[in-house]
Nanobody
Framework: QVQLVESGGGLVQAGGSLRLSCAAS????????MGWFRQAPGKEREFVAA????????DYADSVKGRFSISRDNAKNTVYLQMNSLKPEDTAVYYC?????????????????WGQGTQVTVSS
């Protein structure tokens, strides 16, 4: 079992930045590929970014490429999502997820564990 706890969400103006963190506990964090998803009101949950267990490989949704950056610190059991140049359409609940399926993991059904989510609101 892996427990995931997100933090770092909040309210920010368009063009601003936020860094989300996801702290993991339980089984060995470095065994897991990690990802971030988001869900806006009335919409389905969508893939945002993923990172391999080693951190050597990353993938992004087209909508966030060049603005968001995913990273991890296996010594701290934490994965991060740096979000720059935020837009109102980035407003959503952001979820951290972990899975052991073969990388890349871009579908939510590939992940085994999920955090509770953190709200990000971008005002125009």
């Amino acid at each position: 079992q892996v427990q995931l706890v997100e933090s770092g969400g909040g309210l920010v103006q368009a063009g601003g930045s936020l860094r989300l963190s996801c702290a993991a506990s339980g089984r060995t964090f470095s065994n897991y590929n990690m990802g971030w998803f988001r869900q806006a009101p009335g919409k389905e949950r969508e893939f945002v970014a993923a990172i391999s267990w080693s951190g050597r490989s990353t993938d992004y949704a087209d909508s966030v490429k060049g603005r968001f950056s995913i990273s991890r610190d296996n010594a701290k059991n934490t994965v991060y999502l740096q979000m720059n140049s935020l837009k109102p359409e980035d407003t959503a609940v952001y979820y951290c997820a972990g899975g052991t399926s073969s990388y890349p993991l871009v579908r939510d059904d590939q992940y085994d564990y999920w955090g509770q989510g953190t709200q990000v609101t971008v005002s125009s």
